[in-house]
Structure formats: structure tokens, C-alpha cells
């Protein structure tokens, strides 16, 4: 559970309001309400109250729960992101895949999560608000994006270990990577609809960014020695 849930739960047990079902089952049905307004009106178009007569509760009952809309959304969001990361393999299980069928696992995962609808229109959302939310952009990043790009490491890590891949940098190459997945998907996350990221086939273009991956890392190939990290 979330910082912005458990403080929403602690809310609700605070008020008492004699309603069916748990605190989390209420929050969490208030959340959803939420999800449905941001999706279909946008930051600037939801309002509190839009939100408290999508869930049939009072705005009252919101500010006991949320400072404020920014705070809902962010709930929101880190909602979304747990749901999308429930199914996420794991280092051990992606041990036993050789390193294709691995890292097409991942980039499957990743890319096939960021194109349900309403991935893609709260990423639309959070990216164009970004500039207002730093900290809740950074938490996003920190708890999605940071979480794959260290599976993704460890694996690299793994197989370098038995030789299976050849890389001088995994934690480089592993942040490569899913930069190369995610390149054309982000430009359409940004650029286009909801519908059309949802019926994207990126099939095409994961294959030749694992084929370039793994070409490009097979051992025994002759590689210049990579730059030192940039001193900040």
C-alpha cells in the first residue's frame, strides 16, 4: 500500500461513516471514480466536485481523505503503476529464459502495460503536468521505470556472469535497452489517441531492438572501450 493510501485509509477510519464494505474497498472505489473523471476531462477539466458525484460521496468526504486534486491524482497514478507492476516477472524466473526470449519477455511487458487505455492517457496526463508535479513524476520514475531498468540489469548482470552475453556496462546497456523498447511508444504516448497507442503493433520494431541488443553483446566480438561515467 501506497504513502497516499495509507494516509487515505487512517482518513477514513478517522471519520467513521457507517458505509458497506472495508476502507479499502471504499477508497479504492473512490479512486476508480477518480480515474474516470481525469481520464475523460483531463487535470484542468476535473474538479473535486466532478469526482464526488462520479462516486456518490460528498466533496467533504474527499478532503478528509486528499488535501487536494493534485493529491487525488497522485493517488491515481500510483494506483495505476502498483496494478502494472503485479505482474512483472522477476529475476529468477527470467534466469531461466535465454537472453532473447528474456528480453523480449520484458519488452513485451512493458510495452503491452503502457498501451492499455488508461496507461496511455494518465502517461499523457502526467508528462503534459510534469512541470507542476515534480515529486510525484519523480515517484513514478523511481517506483516504475527504476524498478524494470534494475530487473533488466540483474538479468544483463546474470548472463554476463555465465558468458552468455558480453557487456562491459550492464548498468548502461540495461537503461540502452529499454530506451530502444520504448522509443517509438513514448513518441506515440505523447503525439497520439488513446485508440490508436491501444491498436499499436510494435512487434516488428521489439524484435529488431532485441536482434540489435543481442547482436551487439554475443561474445567474442572485438569493442572499443567505453567512456568513463560523466562526472556531475
Not at 462516486?55 to 496494478?83: H, M, P, Q, W
Not at 524466473?93 to 526470449?101: K, T, V
Amino acid at each position: 500500500m501506497t504513502s497516499i493510501t495509507k494516509t487515505a485509509v487512517a482518513a477514513l477510519r478517522r471519520c467513521g461513516r457507517p458505509r458497506r464494505g472495508t476502507e479499502t474497498e471504499r477508497l479504492d472505489d473512490l479512486i476508480v471514480a477518480a480515474t474516470r473523471v481525469f481520464l475523460r476531462d483531463g487535470y484542468d477539466g476535473a474538479s473535486i466536485d466532478r469526482v464526488a458525484g462520479e462516486a456518490g460521496v460528498s466533496t467533504r468526504t474527499i478532503y478528509e481523505r486528499f488535501k487536494n486534486k493534485a493529491d487525488l491524482l497522485g493517488a491515481v497514478i500510483e494506483r495505476l503503476v502498483e496494478r502494472n507492476m503485479a505482474g512483472v516477472m522477476t529475476v529468477e524466473e527470467l534466469d531461466r529464459l535465454e537472453p532473447r526470449e528474456a528480453l523480449t519477455r520484458i519488452g513485451e511487458f512493458v510495452t503491452g502495460r503502457a498501451r492499455q487505455p488508461d496507461a496511455s492517457s494518465l502517461f499523457r496526463i502526467l508528462a503534459t503536468e510534469a512541470h507542476r508535479f515534480p515529486e510525484l513524476v519523480a515517484k513514478v520514475r523511481q517506483t516504475a521505470k527504476s524498478r524494470i531498468d534494475a530487473l533488466v540489469i540483474a538479468y544483463l548482470r546474470g548472463q554476463v556472469r555465465r558468458g552468455s552475453l558480453e557487456v562491459a556496462d550492464t548498468e548502461r546497456a540495461g537503461i540502452l535497452f529499454m530506451q530502444m523498447v520504448c522509443a517509438e511508444l513514448n513518441e506515440c504516448l505523447l503525439f497520439g489517441s488513446a485508440e490508436g497507442v491501444a491498436r499499436l503493433d510494435l512487434r516488428a520494431h521489439l524484435a529488431l531492438v532485441v536482434d540489435i541488443f543481442i547482436n551487439g553483446t554475443r561474445p567474442g566480438q572485438s569493442r572499443p572501450a567505453l567512456p568513463e561515467h560523466p562526472t556531475l
